[in-house]
């Protein structure tokens, strides 16, 4: 069955940390990968994607991430964290063959100023 | 273009009644999705249309639930009977649905229901 796993539920760092969140993946075919960001008191956003070529791919606000196949992993990281990054963060699984998304349950971060 | 939006907000209503929750997509969007999200848990699938049609639907999604999209625009969703356990944020999505990008979806704020 395709299923999503983040292994972290709740991260605590303080400003300047660097963090690495864990995603894994359950699928035999080719997934297109996700991962968005909810703000407190926001709608979900996306931070970055994975459809095909360079496993390293960036998005926005200085995240990256790191596709990697034998691994069946997709794991997001940034160098340095700031106060303002304190959100819930999603990783997901898209088939090309559905139009559904297969989310895991989320990772609390929560950064100290 | 103003994102996708979701009325109403918040619902508050009581068991065995029966609510109706509109998504409007991003315009031009072909693809629309609905997903199910409860405290401490990632978004479920639901549903999704591609146009008008209705192409994929979750065993989450039992017969007291139903989606439409008549017109390929905006969709609703409704819950006849509702339970209890019906509670939870409503989430729609949608998507350009074209090629190289289709599965890129865009999210709306969400429809937070609370049953009593």
């Known amino acids: 069955a395709q299923s999503v796993s983040q292994h972290n539920h709740h991260v605590i760092l303080s400003e300047a940390a660097s963090l690495e969140l864990g995603c894994n993946y359950s699928y035999g075919g080719t997934v297109n990968l996700f991962w968005y960001v909810q703000y407190p008191g926001q709608h979900l956003q996306l931070l970055l994607k994975?459809?095909?070529?360079?496993?390293l791919v960036k998005g926005i606000k200085g995240f990256e991430a790191e596709f990697i196949k034998s691994k069946f992993s997709f794991n997001l990281r940034k160098p340095s964290v700031q106060w303002s990054d304190t959100a819930e963060y999603f990783c997901a699984m898209g088939s090309s063959n559905t139009g559904k998304l297969i989310f895991g349950q989320g990772t609390t971060l929560q950064v100290k100023p | 273009d103003t994102g996708v939006s979701q009325d109403p907000r918040h619902k508050i209503t009581k068991r065995g009644q029966n609510v109706t929750f509109r998504c409007d997509p991003i315009?031009?969007?072909?693809?629309l999705y609905w997903y199910r999200q409860t405290l401490g848990q990632g978004p479920e699938f639901l549903t999704y249309f591609q146009n008008e049609a209705q192409l994929e639907k979750s065993r989450l999604l039992s017969d007291r639930f139903s989606a439409e999209r008549p017109k390929g625009s905006f969709s609703t969703l409704e819950i006849q009977r509702t339970e209890q356990g019906d509670s939870a944020m409503y989430l729609c999505?949608?998507?350009?649905?074209?090629?190289?990008?289709?599965?890129?979806?865009?999210f709306g704020p969400g429809t937070r229901l609370l049953v009593l």
């Open positions: 994975y459809f095909s070529g360079d496993p």
């Open positions: 315009s031009e969007h072909n693809r």
């Open positions: 999505a949608s998507s350009p649905g074209l090629a190289g990008d289709s599965e890129t979806q865009y």
